[in-house]
């Protein structure tokens, strides 16, 4: 009904940039929030960066001056521009989404999760 396509991971040496896309597709009314969560090997699952419609921005920690979340609502997109990585950033990046979706003849809410994909920061 409702699928995300992640692209854009890889392996990338440290200090390196990738950048990440994530498409929502289906019968979508809106999507409240978007975001991006990874997980690393024998670690659980953790919020990287989320954007809501209205643009409001919540980062990990972590990550705070070296991803930037953004979202292009007209494509259902979300897009996460990786730099300065470090060899803990390694993990599969899940892209999330909470949104409405047309059930005819009402909407419902509904949370989806991407497929992952692989980002390995290694020398």
């Known amino acids: 009904q409702v699928q995300l396509v992640e692209s854009g991971g890889g392996l990338v040496q440290p200090g390196g940039s990738l950048r990440l896309s994530c498409a929502a597709s289906?019968?979508?009314?809106?999507?409240?929030?978007m975001g991006w969560y990874r997980q690393a090997p024998g670690k659980q699952r953790e919020l990287v960066a989320t954007?809501?419609?209205?643009?409001?921005?919540n980062y990990a920690d972590s990550v705070k001056g070296r991803f930037t979340i953004s979202r292009d609502n007209a494509k259902n997109t979300v897009y996460l521009q990786m730099n300065s990585l470090k060899p803990e950033d390694t993990a599969v990046y899940y892209c999330?989404?909470?949104?409405?979706?047309?059930?005819?003849?009402?909407?419902?809410?509904?949370?989806?999760w991407g497929q992952g994909t692989l980002v390995t920061v290694s020398s």
């Open positions: 289906g019968s979508i009314f809106s999507i409240n929030v």
């Open positions: 954007q809501t419609i209205g643009g409001r921005i």
């Open positions: 999330n989404a909470n949104l409405v979706v047309v059930a005819s003849p009402s909407y419902r809410n509904l949370e989806v």
